[in-house]
């Protein structure tokens, strides 16, 4: 039997580009693919986006071609490169080139190059004479994939070609990209379930075109069919409950492991939980925090963002300030959340650094000598950053919600409160801070954390399954 073609579409993937999860996961979940065993063939797709460094890389260039616009076309070009005996392509043209960033602050130059995107990764296909199996498309970005493959099952090519569709934040539908999916060819989806609105944009047009919804941990899978977290589209997705199904990602473990992570002044295992505290200390002293035996360090890794529960963490720290605390905020976004995190450092000088920036390495740092992280999340559809912190031995103090629900334990792994409210999240921050005084109990608590299994290969395997399923 010849093996199972998946052709892998996303926006960003490490370590050629990476502003959030979705990065981690189209740079881990592929390999985790290719290594199960399997027959899988599998193909990554990104942009070729400016701030990729083509130096370092030996890039193959593939085939060049143009993409209907309107009544132009526009030229696309293919570059290959291998990664751990992995396949990427990357795709580059004047929609790509022209934007500085990967997710331009220009939404309407943000619909132009990801439906151009799309449609060249779908076009390259044909070109390199590789037809998939399944197109497995991941958030608005590459959306316009899974509905043109729909609406092309006349041509020989793509008859038959199945799709597969990645929830990672319902949020971002991709409401700018709407002209631009005209231009390329995209006319509304006729689908009286859906919104109107939602019938012009990526995001509706993928959910209606998709053979299979995944949504990335079994509670968003959930949350999406309810009108608190569905955005109006919960009406379309419980009458297709059937399609949609909940696989939590993982992280990659050879990446992320807290015993080989160069980034860290002291490496560390379960057996050797005590080098965290040189951790800790590095980082105190990084950023002027008086060293305090008793209190514990609280941090958060996060886009600044409302969805993130920023202001909620803020406003609970003002109100437990008569706790033993410290606190690092690291992160960039909304420019008021950046403010709001300044104005606390600025009041507890000390007590709180806010670092305002993306930073990898501190990052790691963070997770290897934090005591606790911060996710006060309002809504989360699988979250990472409060499993690369177990595995790190942080503790999560997380609203239970999304992924977050589905990967915490509460007061075995990390420490879950419900309502998005400072009042609460303060209560919960009193909870932790009273475990941490009890040594025994914290240190329970970091093995078991780190116990827990996030890496790939039971989430691969459920993908895997799906492919052959459809
Ligand atoms: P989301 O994808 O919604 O941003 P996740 O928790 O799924 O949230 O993933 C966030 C990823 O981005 C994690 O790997 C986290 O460590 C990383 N990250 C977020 N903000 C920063 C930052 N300012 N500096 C470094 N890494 C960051």
């Not at 790691?364 to 606790?372: F, K, L, S, T, V």
Request: glycine fraction near 6%; aromatic fraction near 10%; proline fraction near 6%.
């Amino acid at each position: 039997m010849k093996p199972l073609r998946i052709l892998f579409l996303a926006s960003e993937a490490d370590p050629f580009v990476k502003v959030g999860g979705l990065g981690d996961v189209a740079g881990s979940l592929p390999y985790a693919l290719q290594s199960l065993g399997q027959d899988l063939d599998v193909r990554l797709v990104i942009p070729f986006h400016p701030s990729i460094r083509a130096e370092g890389l030996t890039l193959v260039r593939e085939t060049v071609f143009t993409i209907p616009h309107y009544g132009r076309e526009v030229p696309a070009q293919v570059f290959c490169t291998d990664v751990k005996g992995l396949p990427v392509y990357l795709i580059s043209g004047a929609p790509v080139t022209g934007s500085l960033k990967v997710y331009d602050p220009n939404p309407k130059a943000d619909g132009e190059k990801y439906v151009f995107f799309s449609m060249a990764a779908l076009e390259m296909a044909r070109r390199l004479e590789w037809r998939p199996d399944v197109v497995h498309a991941n958030d608005w970005h590459t959306a316009p994939a899974v509905y043109a493959v729909r609406r092309m099952q006349n041509d020989p090519f793509w008859q038959g070609v199945k799709t597969v569709f990645s929830v990672h934040n319902l949020g971002y539908m991709g409401a700018e990209a709407e002209n631009a999916l005209l231009a390329y060819g995209l006319p509304p989806v006729e689908e009286p379930l859906l919104p109107e609105w939602a019938r012009r944009q990526p995001m509706g047009q993928a959910l209606w075109a998709a053979d299979a919804i995944v949504a990335v941990s079994p509670s968003y899978a959930e949350e999406i069919q309810t009108p608190e977290y569905g955005y109006g589209l919960e009406t379309y997705l419980q009458a297709h409950s059937e399609k949609i199904t909940g696989i939590v990602n993982g992280i990659d473990y050879s990446l992320w492991n807290p015993a080989k992570d160069s980034a860290l002044e002291a490496n560390f295992d379960v057996t050797r939980l005590e080098e965290r505290a040189r951790n800790k200390a590095n980082l105190q002293a990084q950023f002027g925090l008086t060293e305090l035996p008793d209190a514990p360090l609280l941090a958060m890794v996060t886009r600044f963002d409302f969805q993130k529960g920023v202001d909620i963490a803020l406003n609970a720290l003002r109100m437990v300030t008569a706790q033993p605390w410290q606190a690092i905020l690291l992160g960039t976004g909304n420019a008021t959340l950046e403010e709001a995190a300044r104005l606390l450092e600025a009041h507890f000088h000390h007590r709180v650094a806010a670092v305002i920036r993306f930073d990898a390495r501190l990052s790691r740092q963070i997770y290897g000598g934090a005591d606790i992280l911060l996710m006060p999340s309002r809504y989360e559809p699988c979250g990472l950053a409060q499993m690369i912190a177990m595995r790190y031995g942080a503790i999560p103090l997380a609203r239970a919600t999304g992924g977050l629900r589905d990967t915490i334990a509460d007061g075995r792994t990390g420490f879950l409160f419900t309502e998005p409210s400072p009042s609460v999240m303060a209560a919960a921050i009193r909870r932790a801070i009273h475990a941490y005084r009890n040594r025994e109990t914290w240190q329970a608590m970091q093995r078991a954390a780190m116990a827990e299994d996030f890496s790939w290969e039971k989430s691969a395997r459920q993908y895997a399954d799906l492919y052959q399923s459809l």
